[in-house]
């Protein structure tokens, strides 16, 4: 759903850590975050845009609006007519994965045993310190993921009332 360089963006995270490092972090947030919310069925839809699934195609172009602005967030009018914002689910997870590598970064796992790494130039920061910065982007990130449901939840509560508009049309038509 997102890279490194979006995550990067959100907050600053020096150049020279390696990718793969922020990488097993924004897999982690899909997985025990993103898709327990909204679904293996939606979560396997945005992953495999335009890739070919045994033999099922997954969407290829572009997605209907509805998912998309699940994605990027937007505006909307909510089913009882409050209009509304939302980030979307590519904040959510850009702020959920910052704050897992945040709280698991400077851990190193060596033959010696876990340590924090710690440069010749730097000094560690303190532990309070660096649960603060990622309980604070994982508040956001949370914050971002329970509108994103909400949105999907008024939109899915739209469908089911036009469902049933249709059906009762259909019923009054048919006797």
């Known amino acids: ?6 995550v990067r963006e959100l907050r600053q995270i020096a150049g020279n850590i390696d990718d793969h490092r922020i990488e097993l972090y924004i897999d982690e947030a899909e997985k025990l975050d993103i ?3 909204i679904g293996a069925k939606l979560y396997q839809k ?7 699934v045994g033999d099922e195609v997954g969407s290829i172009g572009e997605l209907p609006v509805e998912e998309q602005k699940l994605l990027d967030g937007g505006y909307y009018t909510a089913c009882n007519g409050e209009y509304r914002h939302f980030e979307g689910l590519k904040k959510a997870l850009g702020y ?3 704050s897992r590598f ?11 045993g876990v340590v924090v790494k710690s440069g010749d130039e ?3 920061a303190d532990v309070r310190m660096v649960a603060a910065i990622a309980n604070d982007a994982q508040k956001i990130g949370k914050e971002h993921l329970a509108e994103a449901i ?3 939840d008024d939109v899915q509560q739209s469908r089911s009332d036009m469902k049933g508009k249709l059906h009762s049309r259909f019923v009054k038509i048919g006797r």
Do not use: E
Request: no cysteine.
């Open 96 to 98: 959920l994965s910052y």
């Open 102 to 112: 945040v709280r698991n970064h400077p851990v190193q796992v060596t033959p010696f």
């Open 46 to 52: 945005y992953t495999n845009i335009g890739v070919i």
């Open 150 to 152: 909400r949105y999907l």
């Open 1 to 6: 759903m997102i890279d490194v360089a979006y």
């Open 122 to 124: 730097s000094s560690p």
């Open 35 to 37: 898709l327990p919310a």
